[in-house]
């Protein structure tokens, strides 16, 4: 079968828009032609810095023949009706449709097209310059002279030549004829703009790839990046150094290289005064090359780095290696510069006495001046929520309240949060802003800082992604909460949330750092009580803590889903913590048994202080008890365990058995007992029941006081075999009123007992 090679040979292509590029190239051709009725075995993209490719394989040569029927309206339908089916259908006259029988219907008009298959060559060269004219770059221009007509040709850079060649591999490939704004499509190509800058005139895909290669061009981006990675290793190691590996970079510099030319510079030992990952941030943004360390050196670089040339130069790249550290010199020279700037003192330290008794800050230090400049400067942290300086005050008190939660100092605590934001006024991260936090714990360790309070500098920003550790420090993790929660609170106070995809404050990453956080590090934390006190840091806010503990509960089902538990466990317990406790399982009256003993005093639920989510040990207790994530989280696997054994499997028939049966009661008001009578027992399956209910409610409720979910679970679950043997001998729907009540009673009493770790009713099976 026929194979289709094609290639848009441009002006150098920015690297970062390569990859998606051929990825699009690739999807709008092969929709297209499988939209037209041809089909294929492969197809692979390709891409350098001058051109993007296409091979496709075993293409069909032409698309089938296409036979249909358009059913029309009846023969006796109205004129609007046929002319409606007329256009529909392709048809000039009614003259041109067969008239089809049915014996119900009756007569009706039918239209029997036939289109005929069309050569692959005739939709190759309609579909690619309608591709081209639509390609969906994310920036794109004009040029030459026809870029003043309106409708002419835009691309990212100026396209030059287009390669389209058809045809089996044992036969000679046929050029795909068509032209977009003067450039014909032909079998013309060129290689690599200094080595190789003549025509090459190509065939199909492999004898495109060896010309290429031929021509100092490698096509594959992968087969590159492998190329600059090894010979990068290799010549690192040669001189007794490791690379230091860069996935971001090495994705990068592949597409700036047709022919990758792994090179070796230096810069002077002086600059390795300037932290490492300043150096590396510098030399990477501006001359896109890799930094090296000295072999079993840890962290600490060397002064040599990695460059990539796309050139094999003359005097084996001397000269090229010798401009590009050159470059790197002048730009570690302003590196320097603002790393010694921002450990002297500021000029205009007389205006900052007012912020600096504020916060309590040292102005002999430059990081506390920093921070009083930030302040004093009143810059804007959000039009609505007011400046840096007021968010460093609201998270210093939410982070003093979390302090004692987290077994934090609280002095340590608050003289990290007000240092956590003084770097965003530091020289340094003003030229990388990606080293905020970072550069904030190196100037704190430097001027004598606690090493938590340093630490809590960089650690409060964390996580920053599902991959990105959390901080376990107490100071770092009360700072890093309060910071989250301070986000989220004000963003929801003036109501600017989440809608759909779009978060541009990210703020579905910050309550997932709360929920790591707290999980990861084993924390109880009554949210809706902290939200109501960091709702209360914003004037003219509103108050929406339940909504913003549902956001949080959404997060918290994204990070338990990623972590294999099951959807509707989650859902069970969420739903269980949310139900107000029934008034029908109140207080149980203490009436003898008919063996004349008397039941225990407490048949009821255990009390609120003792169910999930509230812990009678925490200082506050929140208003719900879904409000602690950790207890979710413990509910969560507690019922996991459960239901991965027999027991828990036919307790959670039986469970939802009563239920649904309660629930319809309900819901026709048949009369429910408001307590179980013993007396009204007809059946021993019923006086089990009772006896295991109060004993799996009693130590249910004990357990889960304790926290020992587990403990909780194994109580519940002997309650399987008095369940089953209830529904087998004993019909709850008795004649007598009475016995119905009761019975129904005693149904709502294991709906209660259940419900004090899950709501069964929402487990799937």
């Known amino acids: ?27 709008m051709l092969t929709d297209g032609l499988v939209e037209a009725g041809l089909t294929y075995e492969a197809a692979r993209e390709y891409w350098t810095p001058r051109r993007l490719a296409l091979d496709i394989r075993g293409l069909t040569a032409r698309s089938k023949d296409i036979r249909e029927e358009i059913k029309g309206p009846s023969t006796t339908a109205p004129e609007q009706a046929v002319q409606g089916f007329l ?30 298959g069309r050569a692959a060559e005739e939709i190759i060269a309609e579909l690619v310059p309608g591709i081209i004219k639509s390609f969906p770059w994310p920036k794109s221009m004009r040029w030459g002279p026809a870029s003043a007509k309106p409708g002419s040709l835009r691309w990212v850079r100026p396209l030059q030549s287009i390669v389209c060649t058809f045809g ?54 992968d087969r590159r990046k492998e190329i600059i990675l090894h010979d990068a290793r290799n010549l690192a190691f040669a001189n007794g150094l490791d690379l230091v590996e860069d996935e971001g970079l090495l994705e990068e510099v592949s597409g700036l290289v047709e022919w990758p030319v792994v090179l070796m510079g230096e810069f002077e030992r002086d600059f390795l005064a300037i932290p490492g990952e300043v150096i590396r941030l510098t030399i990477r943004a501006n001359q896109k090359c890799f930094v090296t360390r000295p072999q079993g050196a840890g962290e600490d670089l060397s002064n040599r780095f990695i460059l990539v040339a796309n050139i094999e130069a003359n005097d084996g790249g001397k000269e090229i290696a010798y401009g590009n550290g050159k470059v790197v010199r002048a730009r570690l020279s302003d590196a320097l510069y603002f790393w010694k700037t921002d450990q002297s003192g500021l000029p205009d330290l007389d205006q900052l006495a007012e912020s600096a008794a504020k916060f309590g800050l040292d102005l002999k230090k430059p990081l506390d001046q920093r921070m009083a400049r930030l302040d004093h400067l009143n810059v804007t942290f959000h039009a609505k929520l007011g400046t840096q300086g007021q968010r460093v005050e609201r998270i210093r008190r939410l982070a003093q309240e979390l302090a004692p939660i987290v077994g934090a100092d609280s002095a340590l605590v608050a003289r990290a949060a007000v240092l956590a934001k003084a770097d965003l006024q530091t ?48 100071v770092s993790v009360a700072v890093a909460l309060a910071d989250k929660l301070d986000t989220l609170t004000g963003f929801w106070a003036i109501d600017e949330k989440p809608t759909g995809s779009k978060d541009p404050f990210a703020l579905r990453r910050a309550a997932l750092g709360v929920v790591r956080i707290l999980i990861e590090n084993r924390i109880r934390l009554a949210l809706t009580s902290l939200f109501a006190k960091a709702f209360a840091n914003f004037k003219g806010g509103t108050d929406q803590s339940s909504d913003l503990l549902a956001f949080f509960h959404d997060r918290l089902k994204v990070y338990l889903r990623e972590s294999g538990a099951r959807h509707d466990l989650i859902d069970a317990v969420l739903s269980a913590g949310s139900r107000p406790i029934s008034p029908l399982v109140g207080a149980m009256s203490a009436k003898p048994t008919e063996g004349g003993a008397v039941p225990p005093a407490s048949h009821s639920v255990a009390p609120p202080s003792a169910l999930p989510g509230i812990s009678p040990t925490r200082g506050e207790i929140g208003q ?72 799996a409610e009693k130590e249910a409720g004990q357990a889960i006081q304790n926290e020992d979910f587990s403990a909780a679970m194994l109580a519940l679950s002997v309650l399987r075999e008095p369940v ?4 087998e001998g004993v019909l709850v729907n008795d004649e007598d009123q009475a016995v119905r009540a ?8 294991i709906r209660a007992a259940t419900d004090q770790v899950a709501d069964f009713s929402k487990i799937v099976g």
């Not at 002006?11 to 051929?22: C, F, G, T, V």
């Not at 089809?100 to 036939?114: N, R």
């Not at 009761?742 to 009493?749: D, F, I, K, Q, T």
Request: cysteine-free.
């Open 1 to 27: 079968m026929p194979d289709l090679l094609l290639e848009l040979r441009s002006e150098e292509i920015p690297a970062r828009m390569q990859r998606k590029a051929a990825g699009d190239l690739r999807k």
């Open 87 to 116: 256009r529909k259908a392709g048809l000039s006259s009614i003259a041109e449709a067969h008239v089809h029988s049915d014996p119900k219907k009756g007569d009706f008009y039918v239209a029997h097209i036939s289109k005929p």
């Open 168 to 221: 089996p591999e044992t036969e000679e490939p046929v050029v795909v004829d068509f032209e977009i704004d003067g450039i014909r499509a032909g079998n013309v190509t060129y290689g690599h703009r200094f080595h190789a800058p003549g025509p090459i005139t190509v065939r199909r895909f492999d004898d495109y790839v060896a010309k290429l290669e031929a021509a100092k061009v490698v096509l594959d981006a």
């Open 427 to 474: 020289e340094v991260v003003g030229e990388f802003p990606e080293l905020q936090g970072a550069m904030g714990r190196k100037y704190a360790l430097l001027q004598g800082e606690d090493a938590s309070v340093a630490a809590a500098a960089e650690e409060h920003y964390k996580p920053q992604g599902p991959s990105d550790r959390v901080p376990t420090d107490p």
């Open 624 to 695: 719900s008890p879904n409000d602690d994530l950790l207890q979710i989280v413990r509910r969560v696997e507690a019922l996991g365990s459960l239901l991965d054994t027999d027991e828990g499997k036919n307790l959670l028939a039986g469970t939802k058995r009563a239920a649904n049966i309660l629930a319809a009661e309900e819901k026709k008001k048949t009369l429910v007992a408001e307590t179980v009578e013993p007396a009204l027992f007809r059946e021993d399956a019923e006086k089990k029941l009772y006896a295991a209910v109060n004993q």
């Open 724 to 727: 089953d043997s209830f529904f």
């Open 742 to 749: 009761n019975r129904l009673a005693l149904l709502a009493r």
